[in-house]
């Protein structure tokens, strides 16, 4: 929006033409996703506070969480709206992978605020029907599939149209799996559908200590919007030998967004918490980030930089698994963090650890780039 008024400036005065470079347009994204989720956090505590969205604590979780029984929750509003305003403002929006974006941000969005609010008002931790929940969750994975499948089908390049859906293997410079070649691209779609459903849940999962999700975003999507900064530039594409996809220009836009919205909404989600994040903020941040990484071609790279996600999520199958089919547990309890928890570690212990795993796995994940 806001790209529209500066270059209609610039042709006046030169200075203003700036806002036209990449680079400075995700830096400002940044700054004013962190202002507003700043700015604006204090005031949404408060108001939360006021309607008593208080969260359900469950009582067979850790003993120690509790006393967190009334913490407001569904602060995701607020980390959704600052990436929202802060896209809007910043991105070109004739780009359909923005639009595709926001989209999806708003339907897992949506998704989880029915879930928050049903668990706030009927103070049940359950929340939404699991059946409601994935067949909403299922829709909005299934349209980015099948939205990138058709932007694909429209390139006028048959080699841009394989790329954009081939499953690219870091470290192979010429191996892919060859997703193009089923028939109505059903492969790419049911490979997405799962990345995206997939990242959605893992985060969501991830998000049971305080500032122990948000960080871990915030750091993927750094890594994300360095994927689509070489994916959207044909020089660093070809040095890099990554699929040169244009559109990926603009998600870096998407990217700085989240990166400063999730750093804002950081200062009132560390220890101890002021506020929660709730499934309206973790199922679309989750989702968002498959979606990029869908968008890039980096679903190997993005598993490997949000591993501490995958790990979350594997506990869960694993010890869900292991005690319907043996009676036995896997770990003292899961999520991973909570098995931690319960050997001992303290609860800023176990945040702190996990954020240096995260950072270490987004900088190997970063590494594929120069490895292929």
Not at 280 to 308: D, H, K, N, P, S
Request: glycine share 10%; hydrophobic share 55%.
């Amino acid at each position: 929006m806001l790209v529209w008024l500066f270059g209609w400036l610039g042709q006046y005065y030169s200075p203003f033409s700036a806002v036209s470079s990449l680079t400075l347009r995700a830096l400002l994204a940044v700054v004013t996703a962190l202002a507003f989720s700043m700015a604006l956090g204090g005031p949404v505590i408060r108001h939360l506070r006021s309607l008593k969205y208080g969260q359900a604590i469950r009582n067979d979780g850790p003993q120690s969480h509790l006393a967190k029984t009334g913490t407001p929750t569904m602060g995701g509003v607020l980390i959704l709206s600052a990436i929202g305003i802060s896209t809007l403002l910043w991105a070109r929006l004739n780009n359909p992978y923005v639009w595709i974006l926001l989209v999806v941000m708003v339907i897992f969005g949506a998704v989880g605020w029915a879930d928050d609010w049903l668990k706030i008002k009927y103070k049940d931790p359950k929340g939404l029907i699991a059946r409601k929940k994935y067949f909403w969750l299922s829709m909005g994975a299934l349209f980015v599939g099948v939205s990138l499948y058709y932007i694909a089908t429209l390139q006028p390049d048959v080699n841009t149209t394989r790329e954009m859906q081939d499953l690219l293997l870091p470290i192979f410079k010429d191996w892919m799996i060859p997703f193009s070649a089923v028939p109505f691209g059903i492969g790419f779609i049911i490979f997405t559908y799962f990345v995206i459903n997939g990242a959605s849940n893992a985060v969501n999962l991830t998000d049971g200590l305080d500032g122990l999700a948000i960080l871990p975003v915030v750091l993927v999507a750094a890594g994300l919007g360095a994927m689509a900064y070489v994916s959207g530039d044909v020089r660093f594409a070809d040095y890099l030998h990554v699929p040169y996809i244009a559109y990926n220009s603009e998600v870096i836009i998407v990217c700085g967004s989240m990166v400063g919205a999730g750093l804002g909404f950081l200062w009132f989600n560390a220890h101890p918490a002021q506020v929660f994040m709730g499934d309206v903020g973790a199922l679309a941040l989750g989702a968002m980030l498959g979606t990029i990484a869908v968008m890039t071609r980096q679903e190997i790279a993005f598993a490997i930089m949000g591993g501490l996600f995958v790990a979350e999520a594997l506990s869960v199958m694993l010890q869900v698994g292991s005690y319907k089919l043996r009676k036995k547990r896997v770990f003292r309890m899961a999520p991973l963090h909570h098995h931690f928890e319960e050997i001992g570690w303290k609860e800023t212990q176990v945040v702190a650890r996990f954020w240096i795993i995260a950072i270490i796995l987004v900088i190997l994940g970063l590494m594929t780039l120069k490895l292929r």
